[in-house]
Nanobody, 110 residues
Framework: QVQLVESGGGLVQIGGSLTLSCAAS?????MGWYRQAPGKERELVAS???????IYADSVKGRFTISRDNAKNTVYLQMNSLKPEDTAIYYC???????WGQGTQVTVSS
């Protein structure tokens, strides 16, 4: 069983930046960042394979960057040019499994 712990969320102004981290208790393979805004379904934001291949949602392309450090079993989500619509709880997930983190709140406000 893998435990995932997110960190790095918080309150940021429009146009600001945040970096989320997801630390895993064991080796990880394909990983993803999801988000869920109030009243909306959870959506995939970005994913990365162990080899570094990435996929992004259209809404975050060019603004968010997913990366990983396999030696540290950690995945990151660098978020730039944040918008109010990026406000959500962000979760990391071991892709294709039921292993999810507890979530971290990101709030973008003016």
């Amino acid at each position: 069983q893998v435990q995932l712990v997110e960190s790095g969320g918080g309150l940021v102004q429009i146009g600001g930046s945040l970096t989320l981290s997801c630390a895993a208790s064991g080796s990880i393979f394909s990983m993803g960042w999801y988000r869920q805004a109030p009243g909306k379904e959870r959506e995939l934001v970005a994913s990365i394979t162990r080899g570094g291949n990435t996929i992004y949602a259209d809404s975050v392309k060019g603004r968010f960057t997913i990366s990983r450090d396999n030696a540290k079993n950690t995945v990151y989500l660098q978020m730039n040019s944040l918008k109010p619509e990026d406000t959500a709880i962000y979760y990391c997930r071991s892709m294709y499994t039921d292993y999810w983190g507890q979530g971290t709140q990101v709030t973008v406000s003016s």
